[in-house]
């Protein structure tokens, strides 16, 4: 079956420490994929996608991707985590003949501490 | 701020009442999508619009639930009889078609008594 693995349901990072969060995905071909967060009350904002080309993608806020097609990933990191990095994030994918729509990850909630 | 915008934020209800949702996607965008989100789950699509059609709908939409977007322009979706299980955050997306980025307003959260 299709779906979006996020393993990590919460992590607890110190400030200015990094950040990995896991996300794999089981489909036949490369789907398009994406990070997004989303902080309490507001909606979610992309990070980063990944379409084709460069395997590493540079987002906002100091984020980076890799897409590793072999382990069918795209984990995202953080070199050094901020307070505002306190957020809940998804990874999502989309087929390519789906019309834009989204399968999202059941997401990972990040509790930055001080 | 012409980003998208929903309302109202949010909603409590008893259960077997209708309700309603409108959505505002940015201007220039001719996909809007629903999405619902309940609690520890990531968002999962309802339906899809481009302009006034209705491109596709989820086995979650189920017949209580409408979608319609008459002109175009803003959606509305509307659940009728609503059961607790409805209980969720609604979420609207319009995506735009160079960049493909699904942008998302803030939601609608819907409690049902």
């Known amino acids: 079956a299709q779906s979006v693995t996020q393993p990590d349901i919460h992590i607890t990072v110190s400030e200015g420490a990094s950040l990995e969060l896991r996300c794999n995905y089981s489909?036949?071909?490369?789907?398009?994929l994406f990070w997004y967060v989303q902080s309490p009350g507001q909606g979610l904002q992309l990070l980063l996608k990944y379409f084709s080309g460069d395997t590493l993608v540079q987002g906002i806020k100091g984020f980076e991707a890799e897409f590793k097609r072999s382990q069918s990933s795209f984990n995202l990191r953080k070199p050094s985590v901020h307070w505002s990095d306190a957020a809940e994030y998804f990874c999502a994918v989309e087929l390519t003949d789906s019309w834009g729509k989204l399968q999202f990850g059941a997401g990972t909630q990040v509790v930055v501490t001080p | 701020d012409t980003g998208v915008s929903q309302n109202p934020r949010h909603k409590i209800t008893k259960r077997g009442q209708n309700v309603t949702f409108r959505c505002d996607p940015i201007s220039e965008h001719n996909r809007l999508y629903w999405y619902r989100q309940t609690l520890g789950q990531g968002p999962e699509f309802l339906t899809y619009?481009?302009?006034?059609?209705?491109?596709?709908k989820s086995r979650l939409l189920s017949d209580r639930f409408s979608a319609e977007r008459p002109k175009g322009s803003f959606s509305t979706l509307e659940i009728q009889r609503t059961e607790q299980g409805d209980s969720a955050m609604y979420l609207c997306a319009s995506r735009d078609s160079y960049t493909g980025e699904l942008f998302f307003g803030e939601g609608s959260r819907l409690t049902v008594l």
């Open positions: 619009f481009q302009n006034e059609a209705q491109l596709e």
């Open positions: 489909y036949g071909a490369t789907p398009y």
